[in-house]
């Protein structure tokens, strides 16, 4: 069964780029997986970013973007910040009304 | 605003049943496809089921099939996740979910515990 991976962990220094990326174990991602991507916080609910690969949802800062990279979705964060630390998961629209999360990765801002 | 409200979570022993509920407002129910999504504790997300707008389409993730019943009533702006055969690896917060393409809005999640 196909599955969606995300790396596990990263970090990033206060200031700085960091893009996580989300895969297919078989096959490539596109415009037609509708790339989404959230970020949580412990204790609380997921917090919509972008959605369909590049749109940014209502009130989301241009210092997260999205976009295909080769066959991969991925999340750009520029100007890192300290509460930029927390989890963020992917999912892809992987056809027949199913959709599925990535495992998700720790983002680190140190 | 959209608002999503869960209720009817709790602690059920292993092989039991146990209805949520969630109360939609801020939105026009009728209009959007309503999904659940839980949450085991230290774990990843996992989309569980979904539901067309008329209820005409109905998806499960293959761990829930045949113990799980999602439905929805648009007069009462609620969906519903009716879920049999509890195991314990069910345990986790549920979410309801809805929204357009990937542009989810979230309620607060109900916990879910099976145990004995």
């Known amino acids: 069964q196909t599955v969606v991976t995300q790396e596990p962990s990263f970090s990033v220094s206060p200031g700085g780029t960091v893009t996580l990326t989300c895969g297919l174990s078989?096959?490539?991602?596109?415009?037609?997986?509708?790339p989404g991507w959230y970020r949580q916080t412990p204790g609380q609910a997921p917090r919509t970013l972008i959605y369909?690969?590049?749109t940014r949802s209502s009130g989301v800062p241009d210092r997260f973007s999205g976009s295909i990279l080769g066959n991969k979705a991925a999340l750009t964060i520029t100007g890192a910040q300290a509460d930029d630390e927390c989890d963020y998961y992917c999912?892809?629209?992987?056809?027949?009304?199913?959709?599925?999360f990535g495992g998700g990765t720790k983002l680190t801002v140190l | 605003e959209v608002q999503l409200v869960e209720s009817g979570g709790g602690l059920v022993q292993p092989g039991g049943s146990l209805r949520l509920s969630c109360a939609a407002s801020?939105?026009?129910?009728?209009?959007?496809?309503m999904a659940w999504v839980r949450q085991a504790p230290g774990k990843g997300l996992q989309w569980v089921a979904n539901?067309?707008?008329?209820?005409?389409?109905?998806y499960y993730v293959d761990s829930v099939k045949g113990r799980y019943t999602i439905s929805r009533d648009n007069a009462k702006n609620s969906q519903y996740l009716q879920m049999s055969s509890l195991r314990a690896e069910d345990t986790a917060v549920y979410y309801c979910?809805?929204?357009?393409?990937?542009?989810?809005?979230w309620g607060q999640g109900t916990l879910v515990t099976v145990s004995s």
């Open positions: 979910v809805t929204g357009h393409y990937g542009d989810l809005h």
């Open positions: 801020g939105f026009t129910f009728s209009s959007y496809w």
């Open positions: 539901i067309k707008h008329d209820g005409n389409e109905i």
């Open positions: 078989s096959g490539s991602v596109s415009t037609s997986s509708y």
């Open positions: 369909k690969t590049n």
């Open positions: 999912i892809l629209y992987m056809g027949s009304g199913i959709w599925m």
